[in-house]
């Protein structure tokens, strides 16, 4: 392990660390997370799905950053992607239940506030299979567009608010692996059991660990950058 490597983990406990020691700090967390959840996600998204990337490309490259890279515009763009996530969350939670309950399965609506069951189990697998199938591959492409828009000019502010330039973008994405690695295998492979086990957690928590899971999302770029 390299000293970069020791300070960015240590950088990382010191942040996170307080939560977990001060209860104190992690009440001020809760309250505030509970009275403007929609900016909460904002921050939780751009700090910690940003440092994913960040980890991706140590991975791919042995950097955290580099020119061109651009983790101001990566965090604006996950600002802004945070937020629909969180939106996409509220949705899918609360009418995938809904559907299951006009479908036969009445109960489905109140066994996602009862204790872990077989059920809730069921029920919160049916939220992230819907979610996950509809906006999943919506928000993963939008994902990729920024991404070449931030690198194509120069991973700078000014740049980032340059025209995007959506249609020739779209035209030359690898659609291949796009299709055959972020679509057809993290989707159903990684992010349904992921958001499954999100599902399962209380309300007041599942953004903040959809976030984390914004660090796996930087794993998963930096594989996907390496395969044929």
């Known amino acids: 392990m390299k000293k970069k490597d020791l300070l960015v983990m240590l950088c990382a406990a010191a942040l996170l660390v307080p939560f977990f020691v001060c209860p104190p700090v992690y009440a001020w967390y809760e309250a505030f997370n ?11 998204f751009a700090v910690l799905s940003t ?18 890279f651009g983790i101001l515009p990566r965090a604006l763009v996950w600002d ?23 479908l ?20 919160a697998g049916c939220i992230s299979v819907a979610m996950n199938t509809i906006f999943a591959p919506v928000f993963m492409t939008l994902h990729k567009v920024t991404d070449t828009h ?21 035209a030359g994405l690898d659609w291949h692996r796009q299709w055959n690695f972020v679509f057809r295998k993290t989707i159903p492979l990684f992010w349904y059991p992921a958001h499954t086990v999100t599902f399962l957690l209380p309300g007041d ?4 660990f959809a976030a984390l899971l914004g660090v796996v999302l930087g794993l998963l770029l930096a594989i996907a950058a390496h395969r044929k």
């Open 34 to 44: 509970a009275q403007h959840g929609m900016a909460m996600s904002f921050i939780k």
């Open 51 to 68: 440092f994913g990337e960040c980890i991706g490309l140590r991975i791919t490259h042995g950097v955290y950053n580099r020119p061109g």
């Open 80 to 102: 802004i992607l945070g937020m629909g996530i969180s939106m996409a969350m509220t949705v899918f939670s609360s009418g995938v239940p809904v559907l299951l309950a006009s």
């Open 104 to 123: 036969g399965m009445h109960d489905a609506p109140a066994v996602m506030s009862l204790p872990l069951s077989g059920r809730k189990v069921l029920v």
């Open 150 to 170: 931030i690198i194509a000019t120069g991973g700078t502010l000014r740049g980032f608010f340059t025209p995007l330039h959506m249609g020739d973008i779209l």
């Open 205 to 208: 928590v599942r953004v903040l």
